[in-house]
């Protein structure tokens, strides 16, 4: 299976300004997905990127708010625009290679913004 | 939405079998069951999928219904390390999205 790196694991942001979390997978894949868990609850899917393509953007975010880039096969940036304090979360990326494996998740990035 | 249903939280003693249930009624002949884990502080991490047939692995065993519509996740001797959310996710073949519910979690008492 493949393996996820995420950064940052972990930061502190004021609000207005904007964060973009990176995870690098060591394997070639074709769609990522993120996602957002706040505290004590289950995750919820943000968006699924492709490469070469826009991101496919689920009910409730938009990509003003949160920008996703996917230059190649092993790459995805997310960006969280103009924070506020309700956007105090965990993020996270995923992948899967297919050839009916599961999918793999990045370790998180916890996200505070004051 | 969601398509499974899991109780919202179990116990087991260590060293004792676990047996967590899931309910997805709804599941289609082209959807797998997966089996994901996620200890705290973590991203979550896959344990087993199956689709019609039970599953072993070293980590866990997955019995499914013969209609499909429930599934069970085994684990053979619980640890302390065992304890974390268990999700049950019904995921179409390919490399489409897939729905998270609440999961089940599962405390382990020494």
């Known amino acids: 299976s493949a393996v996820i790196s995420q950064k940052p694991s972990r930061d502190i942001c004021q609000r207005g300004t904007s964060l973009t979390i990176q995870c690098q997978v060591d394997?070639?894949?074709?769609?990522m997905f993120w996602y957002r868990q706040q505290p004590g609850q289950s995750l919820t899917l943000i968006a699924t990127?492709?490469?070469?393509?826009?991101?496919?953007?689920e009910s409730g975010f938009v990509i003003d708010k949160f920008p996703i880039s996917r230059p190649n096969l092993t790459f995805s940036t997310l960006t969280v625009s103009n924070m506020s304090p309700e956007d105090s979360s965990i993020y996270l990326c995923?992948?899967?290679?297919?050839?009916?494996?599961?999918?793999?998740f990045g370790s998180g990035t916890r996200l505070t913004v004051v | 939405d969601a398509k499974t249903t899991q109780p919202n939280s179990m116990e087991s003693n260590e060293e004792e079998p676990v047996h967590l249930p899931c309910n997805h009624s709804?599941?289609?002949?082209?959807?797998?069951i997966h089996w994901y884990r996620q200890l705290p502080s973590q991203g979550p991490e896959y344990v087993i999928h199956?689709?019609?047939s039970n599953v072993n692995n070293r980590m866990a065993s997955l019995a499914i219904a013969e209609d499909r519509k429930s599934s069970t996740l085994i684990l053979h001797r619980a640890t302390l390390r065992d304890a974390a959310v268990y999700y049950c996710?019904?995921?179409?073949?390919?490399?489409?999205?897939?729905?998270f519910g609440t999961g089940t979690k599962l405390q382990v008492i020494p």
């Open positions: 996710i019904l995921v179409t073949g390919g490399y489409q999205k897939v729905t």
């Open positions: 995923s992948d899967r290679l297919g050839g009916g494996g599961g999918y793999t």
């Open positions: 394997s070639q894949v074709t769609m």
């Open positions: 709804t599941i289609s002949g082209t959807d797998y």
């Open positions: 990127a492709n490469q070469g393509s826009e991101a496919t953007y």
């Open positions: 199956g689709l019609t």
